[in-house]
């Protein structure tokens, strides 16, 4: 738990957690077991099984409706779940009334109160607490001081710029040291400059504090640059839940691959599996080795999945996989030069250094990537 | 040369200019017209100018004097509109009953005698031998008048001129005045406690339920004034729909008198006027953002809390303004209370419009119509700094 | 431009106006009365075949009555009705006023061949109706009522009465349940003593009244037994027991009656015509017509005389339906009427 003044937290034993949360090895803080949720016949969380660390922060990504933010609502205690438990310290607390979860919640459109100043907006989770009055107005007025909002803290709402408003919905949040913090998309009306700075603040704010964070979101770039961990969501279930460079690198599903950034995708069969390596016959001829993220038994169907800035152009195929492919066309785009390629078949993209050789169109090449840097995944 | 900022002033202005006149139209010039008619009284004055003169002069105790008598008859003698010789008489009635039938005897009197002949008025009608309606013609020459916001609120000038209270078993203004406020009070109390509730369970529903309430709530409004009361007679009478009902579950064994009373009154026009409550705070509601209920939880407030908290401060505006409209409208009410009401539950603007309908005196009805205006202004004021007060959460 | 443009909308709004005014100024007669069945009965027996004979649309409004609504179109200018079918105080009173034209009574064959009452020098009578005691003959069978005294006798006839808001009607009842005989109700009433004494006699049965405005809510008064008996209009009466089988009885002695008469407001622009509808309206083969439709009785003479003999039995004008029957003093109404409504209000407030 959060001792006493959560913008007071000293630094180190705060640092300390994170780490700890990092190593892999933690012990759950909140655990979702089988949770499913229907309405009516449509499920919306499929049997879901789910651990939060102390200290953490898990993005929960995915599309819309895919249930990320049902999931947080179960959490929040705002939906009760068609099945299943979930515990937070080892205690059941699903079926406790949101107002007794200690949960600090921010709302996608902040849910300010709109008849109440800044100050009484954070003043309001300590009264209902039933604070004294003389540690309540203490407690709001460090709290506002520190998030820097102590010139506007009588202004309402309607009054303030979005950020500001993001930042007074954060504070009273945070402001009753709530066990752990459910962001519902809370940057995604922000515009982009603001959004990127908030990004930062939030890491901050979650480095320093060693708060625990479930943050929902649909952009993947946010979930990369923020989070310990991403649980990958599609139509009610969980297709990854890991890093966010196991995600990137080594997707275990097809979904994750085309979810999250760019990726080239080659069909074939597994031929031979050398513990976490195979080699797969591709149906447009060459033979590749990559990464094994799950099992896979020899001659099952299966993709090749390599992002774009891990491919090179060679005239030689003498790599560990080389694929002949023609250009298309190359675009300069500043900071990388983007060609297209096509071999046998198969469209695919290769993200080149800016300062690498010139390929005409029409050119003809291998397409060569580290068996390191590609994965055998699912069709 | 005209600048563009003149030209566009003057298109703003032109574009206005609709507006303005109709509202000087509609609005001002008819206020403006009751309240110089609740303080002039220039017609006695205008038809009787050498009496005027007279009388001037008169102390207004001595007998009546030969001089009043002869100015009286030259004065009959002109040739004047009877239009505006109808407004003097039907003025010098009101201030003294018996008028009328006196002066249209006299004037047929004096025009019918000859020329320059002195007439003797004791003669025609004993009634001018009575220093009274002298005095009470005296009374009515002057150009501007308090009479009738004084009687108005059952107030009189007695015979030496100073304010005195009109006898109890005269004139009953005040009374009616108050017992309006106090039924129009009891009207919005009773809208808010029903229509607070109504608005958010209807806010709260989707669908068909909450079609289901709206149209509920609005059917009264599309329905006649004269329909709506009969079906509360129907309900309310003694072996009407409730005592009833009442008797047949054996909890009354005599019915219960819930019409021809106040509360016959309140029940009914608290079913008329109940949409004007509803309306305002479902809408005030509707604009309140979903997940503020849900925020207020996240934050510690239970049910309870969040609403005493969140939510009612914020369906407080609309419950201000439904409760300014139901009164408003309440105390303007007087054919519901004339239909289901008792005795005692007659509505001021019934006396208005008894006299500005009933007896075209609309000196009175203006004096009324201007004092209930001033006092609803006053309390408008009053409710103005009362919701203007700050918000419950302390810092 | 814009500026131009805004005046000439400004002056099209304007014409558009002038155009309704001169529009109203062609209008075609226009003949106002009581609404209700009864003008139903007026439409089809006056102004549809007058419409007929005339070759010109008449227009028909209704109203609830007020010299205040006569005296605001008449001091309006050009009033936007023709003939009005007034009460008798709004008959006395708009008449001193000068709100009406004076009648042309050679139009209507001199005023001998009317109720004297019915022909004043601005109006022209209409109907003849009356205000009396009445009660549900299937309630009150054994023990009836005949009386005044006995609609003030709550040990007899337990329950509540009804009786028409305001102190017109109240207090001339008041007088004759107290004994004043129906002749001298009116000499009684003009003395401050009187007053007191019928305002004293109310007093007695002030708890027991339930007190009507509308002339349908006596009726309903008495179908649901709200009221043992009560005040009404007797063609209300008479209507009420022919189209919905009530068997409601009426007392015609010490009952009042008042006439209802044609005006024309001053300075009417159909003059002409309104002067020769009512005419129309008067002569005996049109107004016989109308005690079919509503028990009224006829001002005219002749037409009262060719009412048969079973529908004339119903009317207030008849022989025996007079006897003991008050005519309403509007002269003494027109009067007292506002200083008596003040003291109303007060006695009821108390």
Redesign the interface.
Known sequence: MLSAGFLCASPASAEGRVNACCEGHLSAFINLERISKSFGSFKVVDELDLEIAQGEFLSLLGPSGSGKTTILMML???VEPTSGVIKLQGQRIDHL?????????V???Y?L?????V??NV???L???GMA?AE??ER?GRAIDMVQLTPIKDRKPAQLSGGQQQRVALT??LV?EPSVV?MDEPLGALDKQLREHMQFELRELHRRLGLTIVFVTHDQGEALTMSNRIAVFNAGRIEQLASPEAIYDRPETRFVAEFIGETNMFAGKVEARDGARAKIRLDAGPMVEANLTSEFASGAVALVSVRPERVRLAETSNAANAVPVKVLDTVYQGDHLRVRLAGSGVEMVAKLERKARAWAVGAEAFATFDPEECTVIAP | MMSSVT?AR??AL??I??LMAFLLVFFVWPLATMMMASVTDGTVRGVLPQTATVLAQWDGVSPPNAEMSAALVTDLRMPV???A???A??RL??EL?????LM?RTASAAKGATEGQALDLVAIDPRWGDAKYWLAMKRAMPLYTDRYLLAAADLERDASGDVAALD?????NR??ML?TFLIAASVTLLCAAIGLPYALIAAATKGWVRAILLIAVLLPLWTSLLVRT?AW?ILL????LINDALKTIGLISEPLPL??NRTGVIIAMTHVLLPFMVLPIYSGLLTI?E??M??????????L??FR??LL??ALPGLMSGSLLVFMVALGYYITP??VG???D?MISS?IA?????????G??GALGLILLVVTTVLYLVYGRLSRSP?M??? | M??KR??S??GA?GMALSLVAGAASARDLTVVSWGGNYQDAQKKIYFEPYAQKLGKPVLDESWD????????K??AGEPNWDVVQVETEELE?GC????YEKIDWDKLGGKDKFLAAGAHDCGVGAIVWSTMLSYDGDKLKDTVPTSWADFWDTEKFPGKRGLR?GPKYSLEFALMADGVKPADVYTVLRTPEGVDRAFKKLDEI?KD???W??GA?PL?LLA???VVMTTAYNGRISGINKTEGKHFKVVWPGSIYAIDSWVVL?NSPNKDDAMNFIAFASAPENQSKLPEYIAYGLPQKEAAAAVPANLAADLPTAETNLVDAVALDG?FW??????L???F??????
């Open positions: 929040a205690g705002f009334p949101a107002h007794r979860r200690n949960m600090g919640v709302f996608q459109n849910a109160f709109p008849h109440m100043t100050a009484e003043a309001f989770p009264i209902m607490r009055k309540v107005g709001v009273r949040a009753f459910l | 030209r003057l298109t032109g574009l200019t609709p509109d009877s239009l010789f109808g407004d008489v039907r009635n009101s009953s018996g008028f009328r039938s249209s109890a078993n005269t004139s009953a009374q009616i017992r009969a007679f009478q003694n072996e009407g019409i021809f953002p997940n503020l849900p925020a207020a939880a996240s934050l510690g407030a239970s049910r809390k969040a908290y969140v401060p914020l004339a239909l008792g005795a005692n007659q006396v008894f006299f500005a309908t009933g007896t075209a005196n609309w009175m009805a918000t959460v302390a810092t | 814009t500026f805004t005046i909308t400004i709004a009555g007020g010299i205040g609504v006569i005296a605001a008449v001091k009173l001193t006023d000068g709100f808001r002030k009244v339930v007190w405005e509308a809510q309903q649901s037994g709200e001053r002269a027109v009067d007292n009427v506002e200083e409504t003040s003291r209000n007060a006695w009821l407030a108390q």
